[in-house]
């Protein structure tokens, strides 16, 4: 095998854990979904709001993150890109999620961004999850909750 079709290999075992891993999600199935990762894999939220974890590290602490995913939010993901890379093992995907949250009935939809490296087995070791906390927490909000709650934001002086 030459380097060239090693490196396509590579890149389409990442590419397929990446894929793997929102069709897993989507389905519920986290006990699946766990085993793309790495056992030491870290999942990481640079935008994570306050009292949700920036960082999980490890196959059980990834697993009891995601335990109730399947229960907060039936989505779907779709019209995904993955941008080329010169590592192969490194993937760059954009996609979208669409669905509902399931404890207010409230629609979920937002464009995420990952940035995932892999290793020779082709198991997550590193997960950058970008996505727009702010996009859940207005799903999971119920409609009953206070109008008058300020989520204005300052940048700068």
Known sequence: MTAREDNANRRAA??????EH????????????????APDAVLEF???????????????????HMSHFPETFD?????MVFHET????????????????????????QTCVSVVRTDDDALITHYLDYWNPLVAIEAL?????????????????
Request: glycine content about 10%.
């Open 46 to 64: 640079p935008f994570a709001p306050a009292g949700m974890p920036r960082r999980v590290t490890g196959r059980d602490a990834l697993f009891a």
């Open 14 to 19: 990442a590419q397929h854990a990446v894929a």
């Open 22 to 37: 929102l069709r897993l999600t989507a389905a519920g199935r986290t006990d699946e979904w766990v085993q793309l990762f």
């Open 86 to 109: 010169v590592d192969p093992s490194l993937v760059i995907a954009e996609f979208r999620s669409t669905g509902t949250a399931r404890p207010t009935g409230k629609p979920y939809e």
């Open 75 to 79: 989505v779907e993901f779709g019209d």
């Open 141 to 157: 909000t119920p409609h009953e909750a206070p109008s008058d709650l300020d989520h204005s934001v300052t940048f700068g002086g």
